[in-house]
């Protein structure tokens, strides 16, 4: 072949791929843009501002068939400081998260929803695939009543142990004992029936404990004397407290100091 013809073929050739390679890099760069779309379109919403950045990319949060399965949560999020603190220690064997942590709501909505009745479900699961005896006993307990110590709150989720996991927020110190579904509920801590006894009480410290200021001189040298009670003792609330709330103090209103 001429030197000519090899030009030409050389030529033919370099046209050839190049067309090629475009054809190639068009359907690759259509299919990607495809399935962009595709799960654009079967998104139920955006994803949380934390998740944002997977937004196009489901099967890292997604099993088919399946949905958001636990196992893909735990390669992002296993820490043991989660599992050291007791407020969150009970994820060790909870063994599932998107019940209490829903995504798709939006980039301004944090992903915690806590479900205290999944946390119910889950622990009279493990007991009636356990022990054939106790689930018995469980079956024959539910089958008496749902009602639970007062309106707000199940029989089910009574059971819960309050305590594992809300102990060190406890405004009580101890002073109410460890049942606390006795008298609070699921959903809030407040109690909008609770009513203090009488403004006239001089009891307040068998269900309150002072602050830790009232243990110093500060509480003499100025929460005293500011409330014009002077010689008070740390024990008698009542003569500056009044039961709307701690700061509203007796003579002088709002007041917050500490």
């Given at each position: 072949m001429t030197p000519a013809g090899w030009k030409r073929w050389a030529g033919m050739a370099?046209?050839?791929?190049?067309?090629?390679f475009g054809i190639w890099a068009l359907s690759r760069y259509t299919t990607l843009g495809r399935a962009a779309t595709w799960?654009?379109?079967?998104?139920?919403?955006?994803?949380?501002?934390?998740?944002?950045?997977?937004?196009?990319?489901?099967?890292?949060?997604?099993?088919?068939?399946?949905?958001?399965?636990?196992?893909?949560?735990?390669?992002?999020?296993?820490?043991?400081r989660v599992l050291q603190r007791e407020p969150t220690a009970f994820h060790a064997t909870v063994g599932t998260c998107r019940e209490c942590h829903p995504e798709h709501r939006g980039g301004s909505t944090r992903p915690t929803a806590m479900d205290h009745t999944t946390l119910t479900r889950m622990g009279f699961d493990k007991v009636t695939s356990d022990d054939k005896q106790a689930a018995d006993r469980l079956r024959r307990w539910l089958a008496e009543s749902d009602a639970g110590p007062h309106p707000g709150i199940t029989r089910r989720e009574a059971a819960l142990n309050c305590v594992a996991c809300h102990g060190t927020k406890d405004r009580h110190q101890g002073l109410f004992g460890k049942d606390c579904a006795q008298c609070h509920?699921?959903?809030?801590?407040?109690?909008?029936?609770?009513?203090?006894?009488?403004?006239?009480?001089?009891?307040?410290?068998?269900?309150?404990?002072?602050?830790?200021?009232?243990?110093?001189?500060?509480?003499?040298?100025?929460?005293?004397?500011?409330?014009?009670?002077?010689?008070?003792?740390?024990?008698?609330?009542?003569?500056?407290?009044?039961?709307?709330?701690?700061?509203?103090?007796k003579g002088i209103g709002w007041y917050k100091h500490h």
């Open positions: 370099a046209v050839v791929f190049a067309g090629a799960e654009r379109q079967a998104s139920p919403g955006d994803l949380s501002a934390a998740h944002a950045f997977l937004a196009d990319n489901c099967a890292a949060c997604h099993t088919g068939g399946q949905g958001a399965t636990a196992d893909k949560c735990v390669a992002c999020h296993a820490d043991s509920r699921t959903d809030k801590w407040t109690l909008p029936e609770f009513r203090h006894p009488t403004p006239q009480s001089t009891e307040c410290a068998q269900c309150h404990q002072a602050p830790p200021s009232h243990s110093m001189m500060h509480f003499q040298m100025i929460s005293a004397k500011v409330a014009g009670q002077p010689h008070a003792q740390v024990r008698q609330c009542f003569l500056c407290h009044q039961t709307t709330a701690w700061n509203d103090i």
